[in-house]
């Protein structure tokens, strides 16, 4: 198959998995994924498969990520939140679908690539930010969608109060008493007025949700931040 036939190709895959909006599909198809992936991996960045990435992360399987953005429901005037930049590949797919997207990562080389990937591509309406997702960007909330792109035992409370009302966010999840790879779900919450909804969606195996940011070795002419 020539490579200009990927992206549809995928697409077509996803459809056949139960993707239908077709706004998701069509930012899906216009997101090139070999952007995204490293060197070796080339050849299978059209594949929908999870790929290792840099700071031993992993960029999630294209129909992990149809399928979270097309639960999310994001909407033109939405500002969304991601936690885990990763690539940025889940930040690419959502920005075309929503007025601004934030995104937060702990792996400063990640976020780095990212950015320059963000760059190249012109999406200029993400924004990054370097530090712990586990406490939201509390000076751009409230947002109307929250999407996490690591595991979590329980939702952070942090995070569900950066949610507007009738706001959604997206997570996998291992429960709190089975923090294990092997039995992640999807768990889609919805803020009331009086406190927040959640319901178990499909099984999933993201890398865990980690706190705080890895200590950095900087060079002697940098300022510690
Ligand atoms: N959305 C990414 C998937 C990245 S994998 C993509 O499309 O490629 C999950 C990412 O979450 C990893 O890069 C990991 O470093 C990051 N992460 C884990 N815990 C975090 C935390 N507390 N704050 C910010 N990022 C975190």
């Not at 994001?74 to 934030?102: D, F, K, W």
């Given at each position: 198959?020539?490579?200009?036939?990927?992206?549809?190709?995928?697409?077509?895959a996803?459809?056949?998995?139960?993707?239908?909006?077709?706004?998701?599909?069509?930012?899906?198809?216009?997101?090139?994924?070999?952007?995204?992936?490293?060197?070796?991996?080339?050849?299978?960045?059209?594949?929908?498969?999870?790929?290792?990435?840099?700071?031993?992360?992993?960029?999630?399987?294209?129909?992990?990520?149809?399928?979270?953005?097309?639960?999310l429901a994001?909407?033109?005037?939405?500002?969304?939140?991601?936690?885990?930049?990763?690539?940025?590949?889940?930040?690419?797919?959502?920005?075309?679908?929503?007025?601004?997207?934030?995104?937060?990562?702990?792996?400063?080389?990640?976020?780095?690539s990212?950015?320059a990937?963000?760059?190249?591509?012109?999406?200029?309406?993400?924004?990054?930010?370097?530090?712990?997702?586990?406490?939201?960007?509390?000076?751009?909330?409230?947002?109307?969608?929250?999407?996490?792109?690591?595991?979590?035992?329980?939702?952070?409370?942090?995070?569900?109060?950066?949610?507007?009302?009738?706001?959604?966010?997206?997570?996998?999840?291992?429960?709190?008493?089975?923090?294990?790879?092997?039995?992640?779900?999807?768990?889609?919450?919805?803020?009331?007025?009086?406190?927040?909804?959640?319901?178990?969606?499909?099984?999933?195996?993201?890398?865990?949700?980690?706190?705080?940011?890895?200590?950095?070795?900087?060079?002697?002419?940098?300022?510690?931040?």
């Amino acid at each position: 198959m020539s490579d200009d036939h990927r992206p549809i190709a995928l697409v077509m895959a996803l459809r056949g998995q139960g993707i239908t909006d077709q706004r998701v599909l069509s930012a899906i198809e216009r997101t090139p994924r070999e952007m995204f992936v490293e060197a070796p991996f080339l050849s299978t960045a059209y594949e929908n498969i999870a790929l290792p990435i840099a700071c031993g992360q992993t960029i999630s399987q294209p129909y992990i990520v149809a399928y979270m953005t097309e639960i999310l429901a994001v909407e033109r005037q939405h500002r969304v939140l991601e936690i885990g930049t990763g690539s940025g590949y889940q930040a690419a797919v959502l920005a075309p679908l929503c007025r601004m997207v934030y995104t937060v990562e702990r792996h400063r080389p990640l976020l780095k690539s990212a950015e320059a990937r963000f760059r190249a591509l012109k999406l200029h309406n993400i924004v990054v930010r370097h530090g712990d997702g586990l406490q939201g960007w509390p000076e751009q909330a409230p947002f109307d969608r929250i999407l996490l792109a690591a595991a979590v035992s329980t939702i952070p409370q942090a995070l569900i109060s950066q949610l507007k009302p009738g706001g959604v966010l997206i997570a996998p999840s291992s429960g709190p008493h089975e923090f294990h790879r092997n039995s992640q779900h999807l768990v889609k919450v919805v803020r009331t007025d009086g406190g927040a909804t959640q319901e178990k969606l499909i099984a999933v195996a993201f890398v865990p949700m980690l706190p705080g940011v890895p200590q950095e070795t900087r060079k002697p002419d940098e300022n510690p931040k």
